[in-house]
């Protein structure tokens, strides 16, 4: 059959405070596309890019897809549904098939009349059984892992984990685009080729605000280092990659396993640049020293908050000065740092935001992402701030972490978002950042030039400009 497996970025386009301004592979759907080829499907990828709606559709259509595959996101869930009907429209035949977190945490997509199946959960097995069931005209009560609508809602049992990921064939990749991050990258954006590898799947947390145990249910499962680099030394060497983004929700969560990882990039003789995101209570000088050696150049880090009320809330499991501590560290080693810091809880205040902004500009990161509190469908926090009147809308479109969804006593969403903005630039216009700034391209000259283009971004999006 022919598969088209879709990625809709919707007409949403999100600003600087939040995205850090990155185009990145259809990753998830490059698993997929690869899965349904081996199978003996003729499957591309088709993401949205700057297209509008129609010429979305006509690209897919151009493919004579006898199946189509939307991966959908809670803000672009709405227009997913849009897109289905239209394709449904002009081909009424073609088989629509939504998966990822939102409908993983909204089975009742199912029930749309543009939409015949969700898969549910991880999606490779259940969707190369899906198309065979589809192709074969057998019944699908039997498939685990997906759900459909027949004249009720029916969600069949969940799909167990895959336990093998090494047995998994590398996401399909034409490699005719090229994809970048604008943040503080080495190397700098100008000169990029990045590409995304995973060396496990899911994470152990729970945190209040995050989807992922909905989707991988707690469990960690991982490739082997040698796989996991051999795949890079691929991309490097036959797609021209020189950056790579491992993808794990929590990459250091085994020390021993990342030692294992940068062990095998040396054995392999692999000399690229590469960047994660880390839990900072599971960092310590050695493993650091041993990701850099390795080509690591910047973790992501979940700081969250600089409120300790704020981590116990979200079930973060840590302190702010465990989170602060670990960042000095990993500054001392010579890694760039991405924060990611969450505003707009319902406690907060005019005074808590200026703790806030005080508090950031002495941390040692370089580049910030500073996101509104978004509980979205599946989490703990969605349940229990609609149940308790909290959410500002139900407008899925909202939910981007740019605007703010959550309501917070005292305090409009208009000045909420001015409140985002002063912080935001604040830290970049403070004098603490302007020091480690300089201070570490005199240490590593080396970082000049992603500085450099970091601010030209900055001051083009006009984030920095004062009110």
């Not at 497996?5 to 592979?25: D, K, M, N, Q």
């Not at 685009?177 to 080729?193: D, E, N």
């Not at 409120?307 to 702010?320: E, F, I, N, P, Q």
Request: hydrophobic share 35%; with cysteine; proline share 5%.
């Amino acid at each position: 059959m022919r598969i088209a497996l879709v990625e809709p970025s919707g007409e949403i386009r999100l600003a600087a405070y939040t995205t850090g301004a990155f185009t990145a592979e259809a990753f998830g759907l490059g698993y997929l596309a690869s899965a349904a080829r081996h199978a003996g499907h003729d499957t591309v990828v088709v993401q949205q890019g700057n297209r509008d709606r129609q010429a979305l559709v006509d690209s897919i259509l151009e493919c004579r897809p006898d199946v189509v595959g939307l991966s959908v996101l809670t803000y672009t869930s709405g227009y997913s549904l849009q897109l289905a009907s239209d394709i449904k429209r002009r081909k009424p035949q073609a088989c629509v098939v939504l998966g990822g977190y939102h409908p993983t945490s909204m089975p009742v997509m199912a029930e749309d009349d543009a939409v015949d199946f969700l898969v549910l959960g991880e999606g490779e097995r259940t969707f190369v059984e899906l198309l065979d069931a589809i192709e074969a005209g057998r019944g699908f009560e039997g498939i685990h892992g997906i759900a459909y609508f027949d004249g009720r809602l029916r969600t069949n049992q969940p799909r167990p984990r895959i336990a093998d990921l090494d047995g998994l064939p590398w996401p399909y990749r034409d490699g005719r685009q090229t994809f970048v991050s604008k943040g503080v990258h080495y190397p700098p954006p100008s000169v990029q080729k990045k590409y995304y590898v995973q060396y496990s799947r899911g994470c152990p947390y729970a945190c209040a605000y995050c989807s992922s145990p909905s989707l991988w249910r707690g469990e960690v499962k991982w490739r082997s280092a040698d796989d996991t680099v051999r795949e890079v030394k691929y991309l490097n060497d036959q797609l021209g990659a020189n950056l790579i983004f491992f993808a794990d929700l929590t990459f250091n969560l085994s020390a021993e396993r990342v030692h294992r990882l940068c062990a095998e990039i040396h054995r392999q003789g692999v000399d690229t640049h590469w960047f994660c995101e880390c839990r900072p209570d599971n960092l310590d000088r050695e493993l650091l020293e041993a990701m850099k050696t390795a080509g690591c150049t910047r973790i992501q880090v979940g700081i969250e908050s600089v409120h300790d009320s704020a981590l116990r809330m979200v079930k973060r499991g840590m302190t702010y000065e465990r989170v602060r501590s670990a960042l000095e560290l990993t500054a001392s080693v010579g890694l760039l740092i991405r924060g990611y810091v969450i505003i707009g809880f319902p406690w907060e205040t005019r005074d808590s935001f200026q703790q806030t902004s005080i508090a950031l500009r002495e941390l040692p990161i370089d580049d910030l992402r500073l996101g509104f509190l978004t509980p979205f469908p599946g989490t703990e926090l969605y349940g229990q701030y609609k149940e308790g009147g909290r959410l500002l809308t139900n407008d899925f479109r909202r939910y981007t972490g740019d605007e703010p969804v959550v309501r917070v006593d005292g305090m409009p969403a208009e000045e909420l978002i001015v409140e985002r903005a002063r912080i935001f630039r604040e830290f970049y216009l403070s004098r603490a950042y302007e020091r480690r700034m300089k201070a570490k391209v005199s240490a590593w000259p080396n970082l000049r030039r992603s500085y450099d283009e970091f601010f030209d971004y900055l001051g083009g999006s006009g984030v920095l400009r004062r009110e």
